[in-house]
């Protein structure tokens, strides 16, 4: 099976900077792309930035200029590096990764996975 781990997430003071990591392992072929995902208690899962294989990278609006999502496609890596965060920016953030693994018997299949989350708190 395919799965992701994250790690990094923690407390810092507004203003500060955090650098949170996804890594892909298992079986896998290629990965199309990587994302990160927050959740705010109470709220809805929101996007907030992807990545392509190709390097291509998709911002949502309220961590643009902010965030910035890069990725080691050699070791199956996305990074989130986020700065000048806010209290706002409090919430679980979570990796997801769509790609092709290989099967049990040698053949293909698509996958979407999701990571466990990580915690971010913002807070002074």
């Known amino acids: 099976q395919v799965q992701l781990v994250e790690s990094g997430g923690g407390l810092v003071q507004p203003g500060g900077s955090l650098r949170i990591s996804c890594v892909a392992s298992?079986?896998?072929?290629?990965?199309?792309?990587m994302g990160w995902y927050r959740q705010a208690p109470g709220k809805q899962r929101e996007l907030a930035a992807v990545?392509?294989?190709?390097?291509?990278?998709n911002y949502a609006d309220f961590v643009k200029g902010r965030f910035t999502i890069s990725r080691d496609g050699a070791k199956n890596t996305v990074y989130l590096q986020m700065n000048s965060l806010k209290p706002e920016d409090t919430a679980v953030y979570y990796c997801?990764?769509?790609?092709?693994?290989?099967?049990?018997?040698?053949?293909?299949?698509?996958?979407?996975?999701w990571g466990q989350g990580t915690q971010v708190t913002v807070s002074s």
């Open positions: 298992g079986s896998l072929l290629s990965i199309n792309s």
């Open positions: 990545i392509t294989s190709g390097g291509s990278a």
């Open positions: 997801n990764a769509v790609g092709t693994r290989f099967t049990g018997w040698g053949g293909r299949s698509d996958f979407d996975i």
